[in-house]
T-cell receptor
Framework: GAGVSQSPSNKVTEKGKDVELRCDPISGHTALYWYRQSLGQGLEFLIY????????KSGLPSDRFSAERTGGSVSTLTIQRTQQEDSAVYLCASSPSTTLRETEQYFGPGTRLTVT | KNEVEQSPQNLTAQEGEFITINCSYSVGISALHWLQQHPGGGIVSLFMLSSGKKKHGRLIATINIQEKHSSLHITASHPRDSAVYICAVSHTGNQFYFGTGTSLTVIP
């Protein structure tokens, strides 16, 4: 079956512009994560959605970052007024279980964002 | 100090060698994950474990909760095992902490 998909695969934007990154989780997966991987750095947790519950936004680095998940499925990560330090690969993962912490995650291919 | 520490940072092995990658963590966890990231960036979840040991093919993962330590072993290593291996722990709440990864190169 289809895995987690993300779009676009690459995005180049000018500093100060807004960008939207999309994640389509595996059908039926209730939990969805966004992560960021900066060049040479480890993965960094950004935000977590579980079903229709309020998202856990504790990992968002600034108020320029926001995310939503419509209908418990597709998610969009929005970065406003992009800065060069936002350049990174943004990864989405989904999981089938309500007890997300104890189940495996399925990762998308990522969106490589470059802010010039 | 990082909540998750991995060692070694880089590892080169000859094909066929037994490989061990270590992960230590400093927070209370509900589970530990081993991930594999190939060149090009795709990430695959290898193991999720909260106690004991799991085996999948040539890969073995162990965890010692008391010592807050996990190891990933690869038996009979092969060049296709070359990748970055990442240890991650799920903390109380929804937070995940990641190690910086171990870059493995297996030489034919």
């Amino acid at each position: 079956g289809a895995g987690v998909s993300q779009s676009p695969s690459n995005k180049v934007t000018e500093k100060g512009k807004d960008v939207e990154l999309r994640c389509d989780p595996i059908s039926g997966h209730t939990a969805l994560y966004w992560y960021r991987q900066s060049l040479g750095q480890g993965l960094e947790f950004l935000i977590y959605f579980q079903g229709n519950s309020a998202p856990d936004k504790s990992g968002l680095p600034s108020d320029r970052f926001s995310a939503e998940r419509t209908g418990g499925s597709v998610s969009t990560l929005t970065i406003q007024r992009t800065q060069q330090e936002d350049s990174a690969v943004y990864l989405c993962a989904s999981s089938p279980s309500t007890t997300l912490r104890e189940t495996e995650q399925y990762f998308g291919p990522g969106t490589r964002l470059t802010v010039t | 100090k990082n909540e998750v520490e991995q060692s070694p940072q880089n590892l080169t092995a000859q094909e066929g060698e037994f490989i061990t990658i270590n992960c230590s963590y400093s927070v209370g966890i509900s589970a530990l994950h081993w991930l594999q990231q190939h060149p090009g960036g795709g990430i695959v979840s290898l193991f999720m474990l909260s106690s004991g040991k799991k085996k999948h093919g040539r890969l073995i993962a162990t965890i010692n909760i008391q010592e807050k330590h996990s190891s990933l072993h690869i038996t009979a290593s092969h060049p296709r095992d070359s990748a970055v291996y990442i240890c991650a722990v799920s903390h109380t709440g929804n937070q995940f902490y990641f190690g910086t990864g171990t870059s493995l190169t297996v030489i034919p």
